[in-house]
């Protein structure tokens, strides 16, 4: 069995004089059966003092490519001292059956405070399944759901409308920042293609929610790059007044700048402030925002890490040049080390004004032909979830 162990099991705290924030690495979960793992542990924060911060996290099957199951909880409201025991949702999170055997499941989900509302919202998409095989061509909707403190308990996924357009055949906010705006109005990235499309595109919309329903009501412009599978994965900020999109591509990670959060500039290539390729691709990036500083979270090549899958460890963070669009390469600091099993897939949230979390969990995968990555490996991962704590400090 994954056991979920209390209180937390490693804690490092990394402060230098000259940075703007302390680190704190803290070990949520860890334990590892060689048959499944945790995945995709992202959190939101609902406000309080302390506020009670609600991760989500599923499981994943190791023997096969992105098969997952349903989601579960834990929280804390004592700042990751202690964490409640995972909460499975098999009813309102888990998997649905439809026709002809096919196996719907939501996943790649993040829960964020909706302040207008004041509900925690957590958006997705889906991903549908044929004999534990996902589906190559199929249709894909973004999912939501929305949180009960008081019973600890999420409404039934549910699919956002769209446009009867046939672009938006398969189209979802899996692994995606949103931005609130003061009026309760949302604006959510997505990324989409229509049947038999070969390169995803990006966009964002502009969505409603009345704190039980999320409503399509415009979209910006697409955004395309016709490389690989195309761009997806986007994650969107707002910070110094303008709005800022990272994009996944099979080659390389893309940035886009905006003035209304809908119509976004030429995506443009991460690279280091002093030039050359920041060298992470085929993976997500998020954002980190604090005050009128930006930050990208990220994996690259070039770190001692090629027997990492995809190069996905360890997680870095470096400050972001607004004005040029690059990374400050001496900013770079390792926010959660590598040890052996990727990272790439993680979450960001903002725990209150003085503090934000990155969470993520080692995904016991790696390149074939045997994926596996055994419980007693060379290098020590045992599908550890983790929150790295960013404190920020007073004057920043």
Same mark, same amino acid.
């Given at each position: 069995?994954?056991?979920?162990?209390?209180?937390?099991?490693?804690?490092?705290?990394?402060?230098?004089?000259?940075?703007?924030?302390?680190?704190?690495?803290?070990?949520?979960?860890?334990?590892?059966?060689?048959?499944?793992?945790?995945?995709?542990?992202?959190?939101?924060?609902?406000?309080?003092?302390?506020?009670?911060?609600?991760?989500?996290?599923?499981?994943?099957?190791?023997?096969?490519?992105?098969?997952?199951?349903?989601?579960?909880?834990? *929280?804390?409201?004592?700042?990751?001292?202690?964490?409640?025991?995972?909460? !499975?949702?098999?009813?309102?999170?888990?998997?649905?059956?439809?026709?002809?055997?096919?196996?719907?499941?939501?996943?790649?989900? &993040?829960?964020?405070?909706?302040?207008?509302?004041?509900?925690?919202?957590?958006?997705?998409?889906?991903?549908?399944? *044929?004999?534990?095989?996902?589906?190559? !061509?199929?249709?894909?909707? &973004?999912?939501?759901?929305?949180?009960?403190?008081?019973?600890?308990?999420?409404?039934?996924?549910?699919?956002?409308?769209?446009?009867?357009?046939?672009?938006?055949?398969?189209?979802?906010?899996?692994?995606?920042?949103?931005?609130?705006?003061?009026?309760?109005?949302?604006?959510?990235?997505?990324?989409?293609?229509?049947?038999?499309?070969?390169?995803?595109?990006?966009?964002?919309?502009?969505?409603?929610?009345?704190?039980?329903?999320?409503?399509?009501? !415009?979209?910006?412009?697409?955004?395309?790059?016709?490389?690989?599978?195309?761009?997806?994965?986007?994650?969107?900020?707002?910070?110094?007044?303008?709005?800022?999109?990272?994009?996944?591509?099979?080659?390389?990670?893309?940035?886009?700048?905006?003035?209304?959060?809908?119509?976004?500039?030429?995506?443009?290539?991460?690279?280091?402030?002093?030039?050359?390729?920041?060298?992470?691709?085929?993976?997500?990036?998020?954002?980190?925002?604090?005050?009128?500083?930006?930050?990208?979270?990220?994996?690259?090549?070039?770190?001692?890490?090629?027997?990492?899958?995809?190069?996905?460890?360890?997680?870095?963070?470096?400050?972001?040049?607004?004005?040029?669009?690059?990374?400050?390469?001496?900013?770079?600091?390792?926010?959660?080390?590598?040890?052996?099993?990727?990272?790439?897939?993680?979450?960001?949230?903002?725990?209150?004004?003085?503090?934000?979390?990155?969470?993520?969990?080692?995904?016991?995968?790696?390149?074939?032909?045997?994926?596996?990555?055994?419980?007693?490996?060379?290098?020590?991962?045992?599908?550890?979830?983790?929150?790295?704590?960013?404190?920020?400090?007073?004057?920043?």
């Amino acid at each position: 069995m994954i056991r979920l162990l209390t209180p937390a099991l490693l804690a490092v705290s990394v402060l230098h004089a000259a940075e703007p924030y302390e680190l704190k690495l803290e070990t949520i979960t860890k334990g590892y059966d060689g048959t499944m793992c945790w995945v995709h542990p992202r959190a939101g924060a609902i406000p309080g003092s302390p506020p009670q911060v609600v991760l989500t996290i599923q499981k994943l099957l190791l023997t096969g490519s992105d098969v997952f199951y349903a989601l579960n909880h834990v *929280s804390t409201s004592d700042l990751g001292k202690t964490w409640t025991p995972p909460v !499975e949702h098999t009813n309102t999170l888990g998997r649905r059956a439809e026709p002809d055997g096919v196996i719907v499941a939501a996943c790649d989900f &993040t829960p964020k405070w909706h302040a207008k509302s004041g509900k925690l919202l957590g958006i997705g998409h889906n991903v549908r399944y *044929s004999g534990d095989k996902v589906i190559h !061509e199929r249709p894909r909707e &973004t999912c939501f759901s929305v949180y009960d403190p008081q019973k600890s308990t999420w409404t039934p996924w549910a699919t956002l409308p769209m446009p009867s357009d046939p672009k938006f055949e398969n189209a979802g906010a899996g692994c995606v920042q949103r931005v609130d705006l003061e009026n309760g109005d949302i604006l959510l990235p997505i990324y989409f293609k229509a049947k038999g499309d070969k390169y995803y595109r990006v966009t964002v919309l502009r969505c409603s929610f009345d704190g039980s329903t999320l409503r399509f009501i !415009e979209q910006g412009n697409d955004l395309a790059l016709e490389s690989g599978r195309g761009v997806y994965e986007p994650s969107l900020i707002r910070c110094a007044g303008k709005f800022y999109l990272t994009l996944r591509n099979d080659t390389a990670g893309y940035v886009c700048v905006s003035e209304d959060g809908l119509h976004f500039s030429e995506p443009k290539r991460w690279d280091w402030s002093g030039g050359g390729d920041l060298g992470n691709y085929n993976t997500q990036q998020h954002w980190v925002a604090h005050k009128d500083h930006l930050y990208l979270v990220y994996t690259r090549k070039g770190a001692n890490n090629d027997h990492v899958f995809r190069h996905r460890a360890p997680l870095f963070m470096a400050e972001v040049d607004k004005a040029g669009l690059t990374v400050k390469r001496e900013t770079e600091r390792i926010l959660v080390p590598e040890r052996g099993a990727r990272l790439g897939n993680f979450g960001v949230c903002e725990v209150s004004e003085n503090e934000t979390w990155v969470t993520v969990a080692e995904w016991m995968q790696k390149n074939g032909p045997d994926i596996v990555i055994k419980p007693d490996n060379k290098y020590g991962a045992d599908n550890s979830v983790y929150a790295a704590r960013i404190l920020w400090k007073d004057g920043r």
